[in-house]
């Protein structure tokens, strides 16, 4: 069974550009969510889609913004790109999204803003 | 706000040493506690998770305690490899295991 893919794997933009990164989930897998990982804030949560439905959503600014396609493929967008931007973008799906469903992660897209 | 303090930043461990890693949270409404490891150029994959419910997981050479009346867990790998150098995740969440609140991150280093 394959993972989770995240496309692109690395991602070069300059400030103020948009980006819109992709994430196909494991087959069967209905819920999607995204962190986003940095060196200083580590780990932190950005959204979760669950058949189509944002369900929760971590404290980012509005830039931010995501969707899920209804094969459960996710996009998440981040408009006028800052510096601060710069980060892994970490994709995971779960199989229902409640019940301490195992996460699966993807192996991120490397976005940098110059 | 919801946090959970992770430490140490890193150890050096010796092979078939024991590794321990130690989280702490704040927020009693965390019901779900699940450790991560995570690889250069991977995402972090799940290695181990307990509910409140017990006080102690094992899994292999690796097993969580958990001390609800502190708020405290820690991850504790018995007779460490190599193959376990890598970096570890605690995380906490309150029932959906979507929305996890993650530590800093221990990097743990095993030597020969």
């Known amino acids: 069974k394959a993972g989770v893919t995240q496309t692109p794997r690395y991602l070069i933009k300059t400030r103020g550009q948009q980006v819109t990164l992709s994430c196909s989930p494991i087959?069967?897998?209905?819920?999607v969510s995204w962190y986003q990982q940095t060196p200083g804030q580590g780990l932190q949560f950005l959204f979760e889609?669950?058949?189509?439905?944002?369900?929760n959503k971590g404290n980012f600014p509005g830039r931010f913004s995501g969707r899920q396609f209804s094969n459960s493929r996710s996009e998440m967008n981040v408009s006028t790109l800052e510096l601060g931007d710069s980060a892994l973008y970490l994709c995971?799906?779960?199989?229902?999204?409640?019940?301490?469903?195992?996460?699966?992660f993807g192996s991120g897209t490397q976005l940098s803003v110059l | 706000q919801q946090q959970v303090k992770q430490s140490p930043q890193s150890l050096i461990v010796q092979k078939g040493g024991i590794s321990i890693i130690n989280c702490a949270y704040e927020?009693?409404?965390?019901?779900?506690f699940p450790w991560y490891q995570q690889f250069p150029g991977k995402g972090p994959a799940l290695l181990i998770a307990?509910?409140?419910?017990?006080s102690e997981k094992k899994e292999g050479r690796f097993t969580i305690s958990f001390n609800k009346s502190a708020k405290q867990f820690s991850l504790h790998i018995m007779d460490s490899q190599p193959g376990d150098s890598a970096t570890y995740f605690c995380?906490?969440?309150?029932?959906?295991?979507?929305?996890?609140?993650f530590g800093t991150g221990t990097r743990l280093q095993v030597t020969l």
């Open positions: 087959s069967g897998h209905r819920s």
């Open positions: 995971a799906s779960t199989l229902e999204g409640t019940g301490f469903g195992k996460l699966f």
């Open positions: 927020n009693t409404a965390f019901d779900y």
């Open positions: 995380a906490a969440d309150t029932g959906t295991a979507s929305k996890l609140t």
């Open positions: 307990i509910r409140p419910d017990v």
């Open positions: 889609y669950f058949s189509e439905t944002q369900r």
